[in-house]
């Protein structure tokens, strides 16, 4: 199938699918006049690429991980692909205690202006920020 019949088929665009294609995570033929051809496995496989961008992973990971799935029954390559994401999952993990800090960092900020602006005004009373939930 062409270029386009795989965009309309997978929801992705053309642009995303060359970008795969630069990146090593998706291959496909050329006919004389240069136009890619994909073999109807690309469905899949883009569906699986665009599943491992959603769960946070670069272009370059994702590239570690489809050796997986190329190579199935390989255990080397399963333990690297494992790897791979225990790696991802706690890189995830660090920003969001990093986001959670800096949250809190600014709840502490804006309870201090919001003391502030009460004794500067007489006003209403601000309407407090609520306390973070830790996770």
Not at 113 to 132: D, F, H, I, Q, W
């Amino acid at each position: 199938m062409r270029i386009g019949e795989l965009s309309k088929r997978t929801g992705v665009s053309p642009r995303s699918l060359r970008y795969y294609e630069e990146q090593g995570l998706l291959t496909s033929s050329r006919s004389g006049a240069g136009q890619r051809h994909y073999s109807d496995a690309a469905v899949q496989r883009v569906s699986l690429i665009r599943q491992l961008f959603d769960a946070g992973m670069s272009s370059r990971v994702i590239a570690t991980v489809l050796p997986c799935v190329d190579v199935p029954g390989d255990l080397g390559v399963a333990e690297e692909t494992f790897a791979a994401m225990i790696r991802e999952r706690d890189r995830i993990e660090a920003d969001i205690a990093h986001l959670i800090e800096t949250r809190d960092a600014l709840d502490v900020l804006i309870r201090a202006n919001s003391r502030y602006r009460a004794e500067l005004s007489t006003g209403p009373v601000p309407v407090p920020v609520p306390v973070a939930q830790s996770t």
